[in-house]
């Protein structure tokens, strides 16, 4: 279904039990994400530190660019590894001819998201989503470069969702390169 299509609701159906339901389920799974996401990152970064300060020590943050990684490849690398993940999200949990695929769904996300997290959280922490970065930001007080944590995730966002809801999703949701 092209995204200009979806349904926002009216503020009438918030008080219904399923759209509550819905969002107690969407707010856990971000809790349970950003604390697993966190929880790893952080493992990753008190390793890096001990290594570093073995060996002359480095001051480091839990969403930071590290050293010789500018601003401008942080945020190509956040609008690409964003990009990958929610193209993921949309082949296999969004796109109305792929039906119900199970389990599948889920699992490609996860791997995503892991593959992602092995890949640029060395480089920029791999955020993927502002709502990942933000919070640490807020308890460590720490903004330098923040913007990249939101302007990539856009970006590669809206591009990966402009990209799949017009090529491979089509106008009518049933159109697919193949129809071409």
């Known amino acids: 279904m092209p995204v200009y299509r979806i349904a926002i609701g009216s503020p009438g159906e918030a008080g219904q039990p399923d759209a509550i339901r819905a969002a107690f389920a969407e707010f856990f799974s971000m ?3 950003v604390f697993a996401g966190q929880g790893s990152g ?3 970064i008190v390793a890096c530190i001990l290594l570093k300060s073995a060996t002359g020590g ?20 956040e609008i690409v590894m964003t990009f ?3 193209y993921t999200v949309y082949a296999t949990a969004v796109d109305p001819k792929k039906g119900n695929i199970g389990i599948i769904a889920p699992l490609a996300i996860g791997i995503i998201v892991g593959a992602n997290i092995l ?13 990942v970065s933000f919070g640490p930001a807020v308890v460590s007080w ?3 470069h923040h913007w990249v944590y939101w302007v990539g995730p856009f970006i590669g966002a ?10 491979f999703i089509g106008e009518d949701g049933h159109e697919s390169l193949s129809d071409f």
């Open 31 to 33: 809790l349970i994400f």
């Open 42 to 44: 952080m493992a990753y």
């Open 58 to 77: 480095m001051e480091t943050s839990a969403f930071g660019l590290s050293s010789n990684v500018s601003v401008w490849n942080a945020l190509v690398f």
């Open 84 to 86: 990958g993940l929610v």
């Open 119 to 131: 890949a640029g959280g060395a480089f920029d922490g791999a955020s993927m989503n502002p709502a």
């Open 142 to 144: 720490t903004w330098t």
């Open 158 to 167: 809206a591009i990966a969702a402009i990209i799949y809801d017009n090529i």
